[in-house]
């Protein structure tokens, strides 16, 4: 299946988006736009070919991981200050398109941007805070790296992401 991916704009739809998660859904509707406006983070949306209904979106935007989130045999290789990151704030698709290929084809397309923007600054890892444990899953099943101390947000540092995508 093919889809269009681009940063979110007016010419989008997003009223009918339903992946599920009432809080991912609001915040397409509600707070994609103002924040991209605000510069705090840019939201790409999937849809397809000549359709204007949103089946998927990622918001990225810059973060840090704190020293003391690393699990040790990680940390123990790393400066004690916190880690430069990229986020992928939320990530999902809609009901009608899951089970298709679109997670993955959006997370791919995050981590490759992660990959673009490291050639500029300076970043570690892909950052995620999964809403649920099932969410969990899904990012596990591509090598993410738990934190120590926090259930459901995890990590993929850029050596890892550089050895799973092409660029
Ligand atoms: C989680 C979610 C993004 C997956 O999207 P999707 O388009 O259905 O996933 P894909 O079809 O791309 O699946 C890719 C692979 O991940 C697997 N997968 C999908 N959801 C999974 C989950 N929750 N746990 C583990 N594996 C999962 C698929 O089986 C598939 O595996 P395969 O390549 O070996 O066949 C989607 O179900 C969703 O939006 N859920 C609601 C919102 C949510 O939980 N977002 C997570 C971020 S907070």
Redesign the pocket.
């Known amino acids: 299946m093919k889809w269009v991916i681009s940063p979110l704009d007016n010419s989008h739809e997003r009223g009918d988006f339903d992946?599920?998660?009432p809080q991912?859904n609001d915040y397409l509707k509600k707070y994609a736009a103002q924040n991209q406006k605000k510069g705090y983070s840019i939201t790409f949306v999937a849809t397809f070919p000549d359709s204007a209904r949103i089946a998927?979106y990622y918001c990225a935007s810059a973060s840090t991981i704190e020293f003391k989130h690393m699990p040790q045999n990680i940390s123990k290789k790393l400066p004690r200050y916190p880690a430069p990151v990229m986020l992928?704030g939320?990530?999902?698709?809609?009901i009608k398109?899951?089970?298709?290929?679109?997670?993955?084809?959006?997370?791919m397309h995050a981590l490759v941007r992660a990959v673009k923007v490291a050639s500029e600054i300076g970043i570690y890892a892909v950052r995620?805070?999964?809403?649920?444990t099932?969410?969990k899953?899904?990012?596990?099943?591509y090598g993410f790296i738990p934190f120590e101390d926090a259930q459901l947000s995890l990590f993929l540092p850029l050596k890892t992401i550089k050895k799973i995508i092409e660029v």
């Open positions: 992946c599920g998660q991912l998927g992928i939320q990530l999902a698709v809609d398109a899951q089970g298709k290929g679109l997670g993955k084809t959006l997370l995620v805070d999964a809403i649920d099932a969410s899953n899904f990012y596990l099943k």
